[in-house]
């Protein structure tokens, strides 16, 4: 039989996984001789022999391929034979552009935990201990493609036997670029027991993490915390808590099968879990927040801290209030020596910030809320080749993203841009991922608001600008990540976004056709007295939504004449304003210290309830829900009842205007859809009423998505 040749290249999170020595090691099995090598397109594999044989290697290269590896793309070409002679492993090419995407890092694999404590092993007890199944990856690459000496681990010369070991295609630590060893690695500055004894004696600890560092406290004491509140200036926000084990976390939580398989994925985010009620950890830890965020030990350094302390640690970012986490020796001495009283430092240098993700099960699937470790940068393959776009995020959850081809590529989470030093954080982020990629864009898209900070660095940048709608960039996200085109009905609710009148939307409707939108229903709009104030005091929107329902109350003469006047009084369709007013109404919350909190607490005082009761909010017209809320409030009813009742109103309307639109597949995105009971509830109503309903995995609902969207929509101009 004639004997063909296959060239193969695979694009995706494809190098740094094992991708080479598993090709390597399946076509020896098969006598197949050829080659294969890290390109900046992804991987190319060139493979020669017989019809059946190739077969057998193309099923068997899916089939089997590395765990961590995320294939978006392949294609196949048949050559004529070139009469290789064995198979072998090239070394990487950099001829192609550099859009093959890098790998996330990743938790510590199960074999390496092995090995960290098995005295017999030469990585026993080391805490840089990895290989090509885990350990760091984005947070360590300085170029495509990734090899060593396009990492920060290019200062460390590997010795003998990690030489060895990175050179046998049939080790597991074969190229596996941070590989490292007690006698040629990265060292700490002091002992893991050092820092076990300081969190014991209630101080706080800073140690530098896989993506910068992080602040720990003992959990379990309030003094502890309290302290690190007071020195971070976090007056409520909720801490994320790291646990040793997910018994543990089972002591302390509900946890369903879904979560425990989150907190153990190779992403390891923090997980945002039910609390089961068990004292031990310092209510101060989560504060008035509902839930607990709990992450399990992910890098080997994490594993021998809680395997010398054994108690749940408070585990939040290396920064004070409103800056970007710190990442390098000197400057977070400088930044946060007014808050730790130990520095636990290494010498592997980090190439960019990357912060811990953070997650929710929502409807038994992972929603991610903050996408950075573990996820970043993975790409969204899109259904069409986008133009070279660079999309510079919102101001609030920023992140930012490139429009390579058919591949949007996501930054890190950068955060809130209201401070010089965040705003620094996205210009390096932005200056970063041009490196990485050698990406010249065409155009930069932003947001429609003009005093955003992305906004204006966009409009300073010298590139063509491109501004899109913030709520047509949620839903462009949320389609893209669930390759939905043609025709579809957009849900957008949110707390706030910059609308084409003007005005301030948020509860917002749209018919998308073919990348065309169209403004199809919307909250009936209601006035903000203070502006900006009125989203941090629900109290302020309360007032409005009583005053325009014809509802008497009380209240300051000041706060009257604005509403009367319209004075600083601007007018919004916000569904995430709207619950800041009920919460205020039924005594949930007043304000909020942190965004979103009132809205939180109103989905938590549902409890367990079930009932199918809900207020009126025809045609979005919340007057006579108000109305209703109010009235159930001044007679005595249960809470958990006027919440519930409130959240299915809410689920109602949406499948009320899915119907009159008369579309099949629903898609919703927005900082609203983070709440769990509203996305079930209203996915169950579209499901029966015989819709597709589509929500977010691994694209943040909020506005941490919406450089996606942006992308999305500005390159297919």
Same mark, same amino acid.
């Given at each position: ?9 695979? +694009? ?11 090709? =390597? ?37 899916? @089939? ?155 959990? !379990? ?12 200036? !976090? ?75 054994? *108690? ?62 573990? *996820? ?52 390096? @982020? ?67 976004? *910059? ?20 403004? +199809?229903?919307?909250?009936?709009? +209601? ?5 900006? @104030? ?142 769990? =009971? ?19 995995? !691994? ?19």
């Amino acid at each position: 039989m004639d004997t063909e040749r296959l060239r193969i290249t695979l +694009f995706g999170a494809v190098q740094g996984v094992g991708f080479r020595p598993f090709v =390597y090691r399946l076509a020896a099995s098969l006598n197949l001789p050829g080659w294969v090598r890290n390109s900046g397109a992804g991987l190319e594999i060139e493979v020669e022999g017989q019809a059946g044989e190739l077969t057998r290697f193309l099923e068997r290269l899916d @089939a089997e391929r590395p765990p961590a590896a995320v294939v978006l793309g392949r294609e196949i070409s048949r050559l004529a034979a070139a009469g290789f002679d064995q198979f072998r492993i090239c070394s990487s090419t950099g001829e192609d552009p550099p859009t093959a995407a890098v790998l996330p890092d990743l938790a510590t694999c199960p074999q390496c935990r092995g090995e960290l404590f098995d005295p017999a092993d030469r990585r026993n007890l080391y805490p840089f201990i990895n290989c090509t199944r885990c350990g760091p990856r984005y947070s360590i690459i300085l170029d495509i493609p990734y090899d060593r000496h396009n990492t920060t681990m290019r200062g460390f010369a590997l010795c003998p036997e990690c030489e060895r070991q990175y050179a046998d295609p049939l080790d597991r630590r074969f190229h596996a670029q941070p590989l490292a060893c007690a006698a040629c690695g990265p060292r700490l500055n002091t002992t893991v027991e050092s820092a076990a004894c300081a969190l014991r004696d209630g101080l706080i600890v800073a140690l530098k993490g896989i993506g910068g560092y992080q602040l720990l406290a003992d959990a !379990r004491q309030p003094g502890a915390v309290e302290q690190l509140r007071r020195r971070k200036h !976090r007056e409520e926000k909720p801490f994320a808590v790291m646990m040793p084990s997910l018994a543990m976390v089972k002591e302390y939580c509900l946890v369903s099968a879904a979560e425990a398989a989150l907190l153990q994925s190779p992403a390891a985010p923090i997980v945002l879990l039910r609390p089961a009620g068990r004292p031990g950890i310092a209510p101060n830890v989560a504060a008035s927040s509902p839930l607990l965020g709990i992450m399990l030990p992910y890098s080997p350094l994490h594993h021998l801290l809680m395997e010398a302390f054994r *108690y749940p640690v408070v585990a939040t970012s290396g920064n004070r209030s409103d800056e970007p986490i710190a990442i390098e020796t000197g400057e977070a001495h400088a930044r946060l020596a007014g808050i730790a009283d130990l520095f636990v430092d290494h010498d592997r240098p980090i190439a960019r910030p990357c912060d811990d993700s953070v997650a929710r099960v929502i409807g038994r699937r992972e929603t991610v809320l903050r996408r950075a470790r573990g *996820y970043a940068p993975l790409p969204v393959r899109v259904p069409k080749p986008l133009r070279r776009v660079l999309a510079v995020g919102g101001h609030l959850k920023n992140s930012i993203a490139i429009a390579a081809g058919r591949h949007v590529i996501l930054s890190q989470h950068v955060g809130d841009l209201d401070t010089p030093e965040a705003r620094r954080a996205f210009e390096d @982020a932005i200056a970063g991922l041009l490196r990485i990629y050698d990406f010249q864009p065409e155009l930069v898209a932003s947001d429609l608001h003009p005093d955003y900070a992305s906004t204006l660095w966009a409009e300073e940048s010298g590139l063509p600008a491109v501004r899109v709608q913030h709520h047509q960039a949620h839903l462009a996200a949320c389609a893209a990540e669930n390759d939905v085109e043609g025709e579809w009905l957009g849900v957008s609710w949110d707390g706030a976004g *910059y609308g084409t009148d003007g005005t301030i939307w948020g509860g917002e409707f749209f018919m998308a056709r073919h990348g065309v939108f169209e403004r +199809f229903a919307h909250l009936r709009p +209601f006035r903000l007295p203070g502006g900006e @104030a009125a989203f941090r005091e629900g109290w302020r929107p309360a007032a409005s939504l009583c005053r325009q329902a014809g509802i008497p109350r009380p209240v300051p003469n000041p706060l009257e004449q604005m509403l009367a006047k319209g004075i600083n009084s601007p007018y919004t369709s916000s569904v995430g304003r709207l619950f800041d007013g009920v919460a205020a109404l039924t005594g949930v919350a007043r304000e909020s210290r942190f965004e979103g909190q009132a809205a939180m607490l109103l989905e938590r005082a549902i409890g367990g309830v079930t009932t199918t009761g809900a207020y009126p909010l025809e045609h979005g017209d919340w007057r006579e829900l108000i109305r209703k809320v109010t009235a159930d409030v001044e007679a005595g009813v249960e809470l958990r009842l006027i919440a519930a009742r409130f959240h299915n109103a809410l689920a109602n309307w949406i499948v009320e205007v899915a119907g009159q639109a008369a579309i099949h597949r629903v898609v919703l995105s927005g900082g609203v859809f983070q709440n769990a =009971y509203l996305v079930e509830r209203a996915t169950s109503l579209l499901e029966a009423a015989g819709h597709m309903v589509f929500t977010h995995q !691994r694209i943040p609902p909020n506005d941490g998505g919406i450089a996606l969207g942006q992308a999305v929509i500005a390159g297919a101009l």
